[in-house]
């Protein structure tokens, strides 16, 4: 049993390869900065190695609007929860560095997201995300 989520929530109204290159994105960051959150590589029994797993739950939800979404990101800034971003202008940038300048290029009042990760305590968790439905 785990005392801590993970949670991807998704604008409902993006293209479906918009939603899975977001929930990628966005669970690659969870992994990056919490090496707890991931187990140990996978080795078959003829000793060949496979990438690891986030070991933690990590629920899909969905934000039917802009405003569920940023409803649950404020929520979850509210709890202390790490918050992973992902905004719409992202879709047009074209390396790691233009992201970082395109994020940095608006306050944290005036960004679009369309996607948000976040990982703490699950009743945290569950809170910030109050409302939300699990994406289909």
């Known amino acids: 049993m785990y005392d801590k989520k993970v949670a991807i929530v998704i604008k409902d109204d993006l293209l479906p390869w918009q939603k899975m290159n977001v929930v990628s994105f966005l669970a690659g960051s969870i992994a990056i900065k919490f090496p707890e ?5 996978f080795v078959t029994a003829d000793d060949v190695k496979f990438l690891p797993f986030v070991k933690h739950p990590t629920l899909v939800y969905k934000a039917n609007s802009s405003e569920k979404m940023q409803r649950a990101f404020q929520r ?8 992973g971003i992902y905004t719409k202008p ?4 074209r390396s790691g560095e233009e992201n970082v ?20 305590e699950n009743k945290k968790v569950d809170k910030a995300l109050d409302g939300l439905k699990f994406h289909e």
């Open 90 to 93: 992202l879709f047009a940038t």
């Open 101 to 120: 300048q395109e994020i940095a290029s608006h306050t944290v009042d005036d960004l679009d997201l369309v996607g948000i990760i976040i990982y703490g």
């Open 76 to 83: 979850a800034r509210d709890r202390d929860l790490a918050i």
């Open 37 to 41: 959150t991931h187990g140990g590589e």
